[in-house]
């Protein structure tokens, strides 16, 4: 008998339940016990939709993130905050969001770092390490989870990182080698793995995705180390990979003395047959058949081709699983009720493809017949996409066929193009922009959401919309802002709103993924070739440049990223559908361009966790990416103003790349990193201009005037004074305008005293 298990369970609930719970209790409208309660709630849900499986995880289940649960776990927390007041819960958000619910604004601290869970959307908590880092067992949280789950009748198996994967995820807050601490770390693993078999787990699920990264010797080493020493732990434990092959650490993953390995079979079939060669009798093999990152229907009936055999091979030590964790789909197809029907009948999101899972099952175990029916659905479904009309259009694909490289050539180089630029647009130094979005108040979500439930005429919707422009005009005059933006309050979301105004795309109602912490995104789901039948944003942006004489900036998603954070097609190459992409907002800039639009920035905020996680892999990924960019951007005269915006600043292995961008402004994330990460500018000489975000917009706090200035003057060591822009990290939509105010404030304030101090 082959078994069924999950990796993981989307954890927000299937009407974001968790976000809600997580956002009324830190605004303090909610006690401990209410959020607590909540989760519980979800926690009993997620483990009702599993029960067809032979195992069901436990301990995926975070209020904010698993990594972070991990830090606890193994009791390392960042000394800042250590003595201070309150409960674990509130050291919790202070280390995942700078405070608790209980804290003042004076005794906040500075958040964690956040960064992309390997080429996912979905961010972690980046656990901070020092050569004297110690660790000590909290097994609370996993334990109380575990009993609870046994107590209502799971079959429980827990959940946790692997040590050489949680220091994989580590960052060295001083100069020693993180790896150092492996032999502090390991005693604790094995307490908690004793703690685990005490309180009745069988398997242990030890996620080590590092596995599919390509690792120094030192690293391949430590996964040696780390499972000798746990070899004698009284749990069986399943050692987890996901989100690519093994490559050349497939033996080192086979050969690891463990009970069993789960291997990406998605990403990672070619590889499944040495797999099968090389792993030992004694093991299990959980072959993740279900790809856990999209929401297409699984071919049940050509997985099965392959299965089979497998099964056959493996008999009783097979198992069968999603990739990965579901973390990364939305919960549940049936919520959506408005979703065209041809659409829908190719989609499954997680329930349905943990009952595509147990189809599976009983196809193994019982042969096909057993489920002839469902596999015959099964077989209309993944026919009717093959051939639909709606994904294929012919005239698409012809114009994608004659790019030339000359579309992505703008006129001149960046050195005469910005002084025609300076020229015209007279900014000061260090001029002061946003990102673009202004809060997202709860009047704009209404507004949206009563003009989806046709309870508002669109007339009224614009003029609300352009009441906020308005609004935000208005404000940022005051602020004394130099580069205007419109405030994005007509957008629900920065890739939706273009999915929505393109030929291609499908949307769900409830298709919610979390980002980080209680932030969703839902996205767009791009099923078919792309093509633009009308102008986007021209309209908002004309009317909020009629508002003022400061120059106001023309605002898009950029091609990679709407591609990133699309649900995207898996019929053809991923270039192929940003090519698409890039000819429909090559278009845009165009139009905006000549409605007299001198700035426009086309957001690239996902580029870079669009990289393969192997380096290999990654100079074809950068090519097609920055080539797609390119079109889309430089179509324009070269008086016209280019910029793109980028969510993070590890630019030290992709520098080039962005620069071969050719954007004339890049505005970066920076503030939580001390400015640290712009010590790549040291030794490559960005030809063109930055702003290195000073603001942290993750964070509720606020930046004080001095901090900003002592921010930009490290920027000013690295890159000069003319070249630079004072922003905040990131948009603004997510924070309130009690907090932007003083923020931009003190921002503009900041800027005013470089400029003094610049002479
Ligand atoms: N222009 C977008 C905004 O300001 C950019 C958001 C992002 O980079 N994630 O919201
Ligand atoms: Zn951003």
Request: aromatic content about 8%; hydrophobic content about 40%.
């Amino acid at each position: 008998m082959a078994l069924i298990h999950n990796l993981g369970f989307p954890r927000i609930g299937a009407r974001r339940e968790l976000k809600f719970a997580l956002e009324t209790f830190w605004k303090g409208q909610a006690s401990d016990a209410e959020l607590l309660g909540t989760a519980k709630q979800l926690r009993t849900h997620n483990w009702q939709a599993q029960q067809a499986l032979d195992w069901v995880p436990v301990g995926d289940f975070s209020l904010y993130d698993q990594v972070l649960d991990m830090s606890f776990t193994l009791g390392n927390l960042p000394d800042r905050v250590e003595g201070l007041e309150g409960s674990e819960l509130d050291n919790y958000f202070r280390v995942a969001r700078g405070r608790s619910a209980n804290d003042t604004d004076c005794n906040c601290i500075h958040a964690g770092e956040m960064t992309k869970w390997f080429d996912t959307n979905y961010h972690y908590i980046v656990p901070e390490v020092t050569a004297n880092t110690t660790f000590s067992l909290n097994a609370e949280r996993i334990l109380s989870q575990l009993a609870e789950a046994q107590a209502a009748g799971v079959k429980a198996k827990p959940v946790i990182i692997g040590p050489v994967t949680y220091l994989w995820l580590s960052k060295e807050k001083d100069t020693s080698n993180r790896l150092d601490l492996l032999s502090k770390l390991l005693p604790v693993y094995g307490q908690l793995l004793d703690k685990l078999a005490d309180a009745g787990a069988e398997w242990v699920q030890i996620d080590e995705p590092a596995l599919v990264t390509e690792l120094d010797e030192d690293w391949q080493r430590a996964f040696e180390t780390a499972y000798h020493v746990l070899r004698s732990s009284r749990v069986k434990l399943l050692l987890a990979t996901y989100f690519g092959t093994l490559k050349e650490n497939l033996r080192l993953a086979c050969n690891l003395p463990v009970d069993g390995l789960h291997v990406d079979a998605v990403r990672g079939r070619d590889e499944l047959r040495v797999v099968l060669d090389w792993l030992p009798e004694y093991k299990v093999l959980s072959v993740g058949a279900i790809n856990g990152r999209n929401i297409w229907k699984t071919d049940l009936n050509a997985t099965l081709d392959w299965l089979e055999p497998v099964a056959q091979k493996l008999g009783e030590r097979l198992w069968i699983a999603p990739s990965c964790s579901l973390l990364h789909v939305p919960v549940d197809l049936d919520s959506e009720q408005k979703l065209d029907t041809d659409i829908r009948s190719w989609l499954a999101f997680a329930k349905q493809k943990l009952a595509e899972l147990s189809v599976l099952g009983k196809a193994i175990n019982q042969g096909r017949a057993a489920v002839g029916d469902e596999l015959a659905a099964n077989k209309v479904a993944v026919d009717s996409r093959k051939n639909s009309e709606r994904v294929h259009n012919p005239q698409v694909k012809a114009t994608v066929k004659n790019i030339t490289a000359e579309l992505g050539q703008r006129q001149s180089p960046y050195v005469e193009r910005i002084a025609k630029q300076r020229a015209h647009l007279k900014l000061p130094l260090y001029p002061t922009t946003t990102i673009g979005s202004f809060p997202q108040t709860p009047d704009i979500r209404k507004a949206r959401l009563a003009l989806k439930k046709q309870e508002m005429s669109a007339e009224q919707y614009t003029a609300t919309m352009r009441a906020e422009i308005e609004h935000a005009v208005s404000e940022q005059e005051k602020l004394g802002l130099d580069v205007l933006v419109h405030g994005e309050a007509e957008r629900n979301d920065m890739v939706e709103y273009f999915g929505e105004q393109l030929e291609g795309y499908a949307f769900s109602q409830f298709g919610w993924v979390q980002s980080y912490g209680s932030r969703c995104v839902k996205p767009p789901i791009l099923f078919g070739d792309i093509s633009r039948p009308k102008a986007m944003t021209v309209e908002w942006i004309q009317y909020a440049q009629s508002l003022t004489d400061k120059p106001m900036k023309g605002m898009l998603t950029g091609p990679v990223t709407i591609l990133n954070w699309s649900f995207v097609r898996d019929d053809q190459p991923r270039s192929e559908s940003c090519l698409q992409l890039a000819l429909a907002v090559r278009q845009e800039v165009l139009d905006l361009e000549a409605a007299g639009v001198n700035i426009i920035q086309i957001d690239e905020a996902a580029l870079r966790e669009g990289l393969p996680l192997r380096k290999s892999a990654w100079q074809s990924y950068l090519d097609w990416a920055v080539e797609s960019f390119r079109i889309a951007a430089n179509g324009v005269a070269d008086e016209t103003q280019i910029h793109t915006h980028m969510c993070y600043s590890e630019f030290n292995d992709i520098i080039e790349a962005i620069a071969h961008m050719d954007a004339d402004v890049i505005t970066i994330e920076t503030s939580r990193s001390d400015m640290e990460l712009l010590n790549v500018f040291e030794e490559f000489e960005y030809p063109n201009e930055i702003g290195p975000g000073v603001y942290d917009i993750h964070s509720p706090n606020i930046p004080s005037v001095e901090q900003a200035v002592k921010l930009m003057t490290k920027a000013a060591e690295r890159i000069p004074a003319e070249r630079l822009w004072v922003n905040p990290d990131c948009g603004l939509k997510t924070r309130q305008w009690e907090e932007v105010i003083p923020a931009l404030q003190n921002m503009v304030s900041a800027a005013k005293t470089l400029r003094k101090n610049a002479g």
